[in-house]
């Protein structure tokens, strides 16, 4: 990774009100962090990849957001990063979920692709998809609701 795709990340960062970010890689680590208060500048940690610190999900990206409630009564599921969201594995695959598919905290329910990374987003509840808010192949936000689900 160059210092070029560090700046862009960085800015995504400001524009997204991001304050934490971490990539993994075979051969390197990068963690930035900024602060809220008064803007205080993004910090690098550079770990070198040991057997010892490389956690379990090394290219998972980051963890799915937990699901909010909503005034209905359903949950969201929400997007963990920015990006863009596929609801199949790949083109000719049918989608990981529909309306009316149950899903638990371990289901997939779609991927996002973030700086070339594809990450398997898991519902991280229980229940039925009532609504599935995002296209296919679509730019997500960080926060942007994805899915809409009855609880069990």
Do not use: H, W
Not at 75 to 99: C, F
């Amino acid at each position: 990774m160059d210092l070029k795709d560090i700046k862009a990340i960085i800015d995504l960062m400001k524009k997204n009100s991001i304050t934490e970010f971490e990539l993994e890689r075979q051969d390197s680590k990068i963690r930035l962090k900024r602060g809220l208060n008064g803007g205080s500048a993004p910090q690098e940690d550079y770990v070198p990849p040991s057997p010892g610190n490389v956690p379990p999900a090394a290219l998972g990206g980051l963890p799915p957001a937990p699901a909010a409630p909503v005034a209905t009564g359903e949950l969201e599921i929400k997007s963990p990063m920015i990006g863009t969201l596929y609801r199949a594995p790949s083109p000719e695959a049918t989608n990981y979920v529909e309306v009316g598919s149950t899903v638990n905290s371990e289901t997939v329910v779609c991927i996002i692709e973030a700086m070339k990374v594809m990450n398997e987003i898991k519902a991280e509840t229980s229940g039925i998809i009532t609504q599935v808010l995002v296209e296919n192949g679509k730019p997500v936000e960080f926060g942007q609701p994805l899915f809409k689900v009855r609880p069990n």
